[in-house]
Every structure is written in C-alpha cells, then in structure tokens.
T-cell receptor, first 114, second 115 residues
C-alpha cells in the first residue's frame, strides 16, 4: 500500500525567508503524480504544485518549487519569500497514474512570523 | 480552473436526523467523486469513491448504511449521513475528477455538528 509521510507537524518561518517542507512516500509504482495542497483557515483545499513522476525536472510555480528525488522517494516543497498568506496546513499527496485514490500525508502546519 | 460546489457549508442537526450534503462539478463532468472526512488539525481521510451510475466503493471501516453516497449524474454526488450522532460531527469534503485527468478539485467543505 502506498503511504505518504510528513515528518514535520509544525514549521515556522520569518516573513520573506525561505522554508522547506518535507515529504517522503512509499510506492512500488513507477508512474504516479505527487501534489502539495494548501489548506488555509477557511479549510478550502488549494492545489499548490504537482509533479509527474516521469519528469526529472522539478516543478516550479512562482515562489513554490519542489525537490523531487524519485530514487529516494522524497518530494519536498520550498517556499521562497514567505508571505503571511502562506500560513496554512500543507498536505503532500500521492496519486498513482490511472488510479483513483489520492493518498494524503498527515500535514504540516506552517506559521509565518512578521 | 474547474469549480466544485459543495452545500451546505455548515449544518447543525439533532441526533437521529439525517443530513444530505451535495457536491456539484460546475464546469466539467466528474466521472469520479470522492468523499473525505477531516477532524481538526488532522489529515483528510477518504471515506468512499463514487463513479457515475455505479455503487460507491467504501474504505475499510466506513459504514455503508451510515454514509449513503449517490452519484446519479456526471455533475452531482450526494452524501447522506443517516441517523446522525454526535460522533459523526466532523468536516466533510468532496472532490471531483474528470476523465483522463489526474487533477482533483475540491469542494469548500461542510462542517456537520450533531447535537
């Protein structure tokens, strides 16, 4: 069974600084997708970034980038120039290609200090 | 981006009553819809997966007769919590996926409080 592990229950970052959230996963599949979702206090799930496992290039979306290490099964999220609005719960998630089940990690609460 | 509408956003009900939550895909056909439950400061727990026109597939430990799921059309899925009890109080979120698309779009969630 696939599992997703987020080992950091909480993280803090100073405004304008950079923070990295960790995520590891376990799978025997070769084709899959990885996601980072943000859940602010409104509890709306917001897709931050996604990565196709077959792509070696790390995905980037503005201030958000990932470090995807397929062999190590690691998928960390880097947030640059952190803003107060980045404060939220962040979930790492895995989806096998052609599969239906999105597997979530336990989440990391990110606090941004002004 | 695609929009998924979930209603109601908040519901308070008496113990023993049934509550229906709707999840609609507004601008795409959702071949698959998912229902999650989330406790405070915890992750999303998948309850069931439903495909249009067929019976839902429930995760282990989720009572089928307690949480009735109907996916009658490509744009609507409903979750009915039957004979609700205080322990059913939780945040319920739906998500939808189109055909041949790995992206999942989430509803805004429903906070259920059973008195």
């Amino acid at each position: 069974a696939q599992t997703v592990t987020q080992s950091q229950p909480e993280m803090s970052v100073q405004e304008a600084e950079t923070v990295t959230l960790s995520c590891t996963y376990d799978t025997s599949e070769s084709d899959y997708y990885l996601f980072w979702y943000k859940q602010p206090p409104s509890r709306q799930m917001i897709l931050v970034i996604r990565q196709e496992a077959y792509k070696q290039q790390n995905a980037t979306e503005n201030r958000f980038s990932v470090n995807f290490q397929k062999a190590a099964k690691s998928f960390s999220l880097k947030i640059s120039d952190s803003q107060l609005g980045d404060a939220a719960m962040y979930f790492c998630a895995y989806l096998v290609e052609y599969g239906n089940k999105l597997v979530f990690g336990a989440g990391t609460i990110l606090r941004v200090k002004s | 981006g695609a929009v998924v509408s979930q209603h109601p956003s908040r519901v308070i009900c008496k113990s023993g009553t049934s509550v229906k939550i709707e999840c609609r895909s507004l601008d795409f056909q959702a071949t698959t819809m998912f229902w999650y439950r989330q406790f405070p400061k915890q992750s999303l727990m998948l309850m069931a997966t439903s495909n249009e026109g067929s019976k839902a597939t429930y995760e282990q430990g989720v009572e089928k007769d307690k949480f009735l799921i109907n996916h009658a059309s490509l744009t609507l899925s409903t979750l009915t919590v039957t004979s609700a009890h205080p322990e059913d109080s939780s945040f319920y979120i739906c998500s939808a996926r189109g055909a041949a698309d790995e992206k999942l779009f989430f509803g805004s969630g429903t906070q259920l409080s059973v008195l």
